[in-house]
């Protein structure tokens, strides 16, 4: 040891402990490069040589078998570093800079606080004062070759990837249903049920075109997906689950599916706290993409059409609002209409209009961007039956193949679900055989082993049973969808297609698909009337105009004629009399409901019609009490000369409300004390109609 480096060690550096750091980056170096331990080691007698004890030497080597690129998750470094900041350190050794840290970061963060705490650091080739400028410049250096050095070591290690990944050779791992051959070829799973289950999620999207449909099938038909396990006791076996949505994309999203050889596809980032994320990058930044690489499950080009149909259903949640998977409403437009007046997307707005869902295009973009009014609202009804009947127009001369295919979709759907039914009672029989097989040829006596064989077999027979279950179960109910007498309707419909299209059975989720795969968009523009200019998928156009539909205050509306026969009826009638006679003569109510007194009051009310009453009171007739008042009697005398014919009345209301014709001036029965009874007194005229 030099003068120079024994003057670096302080009476103040020997009161504190030296902490010795060994760590090697793997597991198998610390199995394997044993020297490189021993050397790590060694350095304790360099600090007892620079006049530390060996009781105040500390050794940390809990980090071994870590990397050394961040210090996250190395605890030893952490324990180290916290030593150093609190002053209790005096030197630190290690046999190399790149024992401590790899990243430069890390390391300079390390050399900062020894400079603050005034702490010396040892390595194999010297000891170092990071007080001092040059060694500390000549540390850093060191930290920056070590940092240089992991990069050398990973770009050879990466590069060699990455060149047999652009030539299709690398084996990395395959998505369930893909395996490697002995030849390290990559084939079809032999297995027919999970080959059998992965073709079925890619023909009911065909089918449906909405990963969240495919989903809602196989938990409708009862069916489990294929999982290969990739971590644990069980790695690499095959478990059967139910299907997920993500698991769904993820299987759409895949280009092995398609025989395909991708890689590169996600990118790796570390946050500041140490965890990782991935970011899925666009195709042409992938590192190799190779088609037609090994056997798929589907072609490429029918990838690159569920791409599309992915693309297009994840859009109808962004900026553009593009039409996005057929749903259940019955709007036939749902995400094909656009507004004339700003080029935006309309949504869809549906109310109940006597009973039925009726649906309104609206276009809201401006209303929820600035707070204004909305661009435009058009009734959906008027539209919807518009391109229905342009459809229908268009598609007829192809009714008979399209029957046919639908035909053929329902047994095929049929037939696929059935395959994986029988799949999986196949699966649960053999593990059944084979638990017997095991228990059979286990040691009766062995009473241990034979008991758990036997807890095995019996749970294997248990699940044999629930799928057997299941599969009758599930086949009964495909039956009785499917019978004859629903292939026969289909066949019918064969040659008419409007009744297929108007069949209340069809779904309307299909009618709008079958829209989708003629039209691409239709631009609304509501005026006096209703413009539509439909563009169809193969470029062509059409124009359409609809008169707007009446408002719902005008659909209630009472019918001129029976308002005209109403007028009529109230010259006689009372409100309760008018309604029967309404009802006999087979009027009904602007809601289509036959006529009551409170509707006919209602009606009279809303067109300004005079009532029964009031058409009295025009004729000059009066009240009870104005007829006694003009007369000069009591409002009884009134009422008794009414009964005995003296004078004439008539029914005013539904009360039973009367009205009085006045009397002609001098008659002289109209005397309040005759002297004879009025039973006896002849009157002047006849009674009209309604008198008493």
Known sequence: MSEQTAAKVTGAHLTRTAYLYVRQSTLRQVLTNTESAHRQYALRQKAIAFGWAADRIVTIDCDQGQSGASAADREGFQRLVTEVGMGRAGIVLGLEVSRLA????????????????????????????????????LLGLKGT?????????????????????????LRVPLPVGLIYDPADNVVLDPDTGVQQAIRHVFTLFARTGSARAVVQQFNADELVFPVRVRTGAHKGELAWMPL??????????????????????RRERVAADGTKTFDTLPREQWI????????????????????????????????????????????????????????????????????????????????IRDGGRRCQGVPGAAVDAAIGKL?????????????????????????????????QVERARHRADLARRRYLAVDPDNRLVADSLEADWNDALRTLGTAREDYERASAAAATALTDEVKAKIRSLATDFPALWANPDTPQRDHKRMVRLLVADVTLHKTDRIHLHVRFRGGQTHSLTVAIPPKAWQLRQTDPDTLAALD???????????????????????????????????????NNLPSHADRLRATGLLTNTELATRIGVHPSTIKSWTHAGILNSHKANDKNVRLYEPPTPG?????????????????TQPAPGGAL
């Not at 010396?120 to 004062?129: A, F, S, T």
């Not at 940092?147 to 050779?169: C, D, M, N, P, T």
């Not at 009399?577 to 009606?603: C, M, Q, Y």
């Not at 029965?669 to 006896?680: D, F, H, I, N, V």
């Open 102 to 137: 790899r990243n430069n970061a890390d390391w300079h963060r390390l050399l900062e606080i020894c400079a603050m705490s005034a702490t010396l650091i040892c390595d194999e080739d010297g000891l170092y004062d990071p007080t001092d400028f040059n060694d500390r410049l």
């Open 145 to 169: 070759m070590s940092e240089a050095e992991l990069h050398f070591i990973r770009a050879r290690l990466v590069g060699g990837q990455l060149s047999k990944a652009r030539r299709g050779e």
């Open 244 to 265: 997920t949505h993500w698991r769904v994309l993820r299987t759409l999203h895949n280009p092995r599916y398609a025989g395909a050889f991708a890689y590169g596809r």
């Open 288 to 367: 190799a993409l190779i088609p037609d690489a090994h056997p798929g499950y589907i072609d490429w080009e029918q990838f690159e059409t569920n791409q599309r149909l992915l693309s297009a259903n994840a859009a109808a949640r962004g900026e553009d609002r593009a039409a996005g998977p057929a749903r259940e409403g019955t709007a036939l437009l749902q995400g094909l209409a656009v507004c004339a007046k700003c080029g935006n997307r309309m949504t869809v707005r549906y109310h109940t209009r006597r009973g039925v869902e009726v649906p309104d295009y609206e276009c809201l973009r401006a209303c």
């Open 391 to 423: 459809l229908l127009d268009t598609v007829t001369p192809l009714a008979l193949e399209v029957a046919l295919t639908v035909q053929t979709e329902l047994e095929t759907r049929a037939a696929d679900a059935d395959a994986l039914r029988r799949g």
């Open 568 to 606: 009529l009826l109230l010259d006689t009638c009372t409100d309760a009399e008018a309604a029967d006679a309404l009802n006999a003569a087979g009027h009904r109510s602007g809601e289509g409901k036959p006529f009551t007194a409170r509707i006919v009051l209602h009606v009279r009310r809303s």
């Open 667 to 683: 008659d002289p029965r109209l005397t309040a004390r005759q002297g004879s009874p009025l039973r006896k007194r002849v009157p």
